[in-house]
Structure formats: C-alpha cells, structure tokens
C-alpha cells in the first residue's frame, strides 16, 4: 500500500480521537495513536500511565493489542500525535514495536512527513533475525 492509497485525514482524525482516553496524570503528556492493518481496520490506542513509571503502556502498545485483540494482521501506516495534535515521533521501544507488527515498509508520518519504518528504524532486529535454519 503506497502513502497514496492511505487516508491520512482518516488516520489523524482517530489518532486525535484516542488521546482522550490516554490516562497521564504523572507526566500530563497524553498521546494518541491510530494505525490501518492490512485487512483495512482501524486501530487506535494511548498512553497509560502507572504510579510506578516502569509499568506505563506507551500509546503504540495499547494499538498493538487492539491490533492483536481484533484479529491480528500486519500494520501498514500509523500515525502518533501529542496533545495538540501534532505530530510525534515514537520512542525507541515503539519503534521496535511498530516493526514487529508493521515490518520494514509500514508508513509512519512523522514530523518530517511519511516515512518507512526502514527509514525510522536502519538495520532493525526482528523476527528474521531469530529464524533457525
């Protein structure tokens, strides 16, 4: 699926949507996300924060289980936002994430505009990496 063939609108629209079920009462840092999977469902998630800092679910986390939830499949764009809407580049742990379950040519919009997990993530370790011959 090429950035063309994405609703981006769509996809910003649920991302924006999320946010108000992010639970951050620590660092009143609300995230949304919103991912399409191959099958063409919507996933969304957010944050959720933990009075011990270690425990909190980053929003790509809580998308990834709905993802799973919902029938599982391959993510093929995602896009995060702050609390203004704008656009969020996602930590390293979700960035490992998102290739776990999007793979190498997932779109991401980023800051920068839509990039390629490839790009977002060189030389990623994933599940290829673990194959036994």
């Known amino acids: 699926m090429s950035g063309a063939e994405i609703d981006w609108d769509e996809l910003h629209r649920a991302a924006v949507a999320a946010l108000s079920h992010a639970y951050a009462p620590y660092s009143h840092f609300p995230v949304g996300v919103a991912g399409f999977a191959d099958d063409g469902r919507l996933v969304s998630g957010a944050n959720v924060e933990n009075a011990s800092y270690g425990l909190t679910l980053c929003a790509e986390c809580s998308m990834v289980s709905q993802l799973c939830a919902t029938g599982g499949g391959r993510l093929t764009a ?42 977002v993530l060189p030389q990623a370790f994933g599940p290829e990496n673990l194959e036994k011959e």
Do not use: I, K, Y
Not at 87 to 112: K, N, V, Y
């Open 78 to 119: 995602v896009w995060c936002v702050d609390a203004n809407g704008d656009s969020l580049m996602p930590c390293g742990r979700c960035r490992q994430l998102l290739w776990e379950f999007g793979g190498a040519d997932m779109l991401l919009m980023t800051p920068e505009g839509v990039m390629t997990m490839r790009d």
